[in-house]
C-alpha cells in the first residue's frame, strides 16, 4: 500500500469515528499501518507505539506514520518526509536490532537515512 493510499484509509477512518481517537480507531489505523508498512508485524507495532507515545491520534502522527512507510519502502525524500533527530535516533536501534529478520536492502536503505540525519554516533 502506497503513503497516498495509507494517509486516505486514514481519513476515511477518522471521517467514520468523527475524528475521535477511540480505542477501536486507533486498532483499525494500527492494522493499516502494519499491513502498509511490509515489516515484521511487532516491528510495526513498536514503531506505532513509538509514534503515539499513548495520545490520541492527530494529524501528526498520521504524517509521521506515512513517513515510516515511505522510509520502509525505500521513498524516503528528505525535501518532502520530516522525521526528527529522536525519530532516527529510535530507528538506529530498532532496525539494529531488527536487522536479521529484514530485507537487508531495506536495513541498508534505512541505515542510510540514519547516517544522512547525522544520527549514527
Known amino acids: 500500500m502506497s503513503t497516498n493510499d495509507f494517509e ?10 468523527n475524528f475521535e481517537s477511540s480505542p477501536e480507531l486507533l486498532e483499525q489505523i494500527k492494522e ?3 499491513r502498509s508498512l511490509g515489516q515484521p508485524e511487532e516491528l510495526a507495532l513498536d514503531i506505532f507505539d513509538y509514534i503515539m507515545a499513548g495520545g490520541d491520534l492527530e494529524d ?5 506514520l506515512s513517513d515510516m512507510i515511505d522510509l520502509f519502502q ?10 526528527e533527530t529522536e525519530d532516527w535516533s529510535y530507528l538506529k536501534d530498532l532496525v539494529n536490532g531488527w ?3 529484514m ?19
Do not use: I
Request: glycine residues 6%.
Open 8 to 17: 486516505r484509509s486514514c481519513k476515511q477512518l477518522r471521517k467514520k469515528y
Open 32 to 34: 493499516l499501518f502494519g
Open 60 to 64: 501528526s502522527h498520521v504524517t509521521r
Open 74 to 83: 525505500m521513498d524516503y525524500d528528505e525535501g518532502f518526509n520530516s522525521l
Open 99 to 101: 536487522a536479521l529478520e
Open 103 to 121: 530485507d537487508m536492502d531495506v536495513v541498508t536503505y534505512v541505515m542510510q537515512r540514519v547516517v544522512d540525519a547525522g544520527a549514527f554516533s
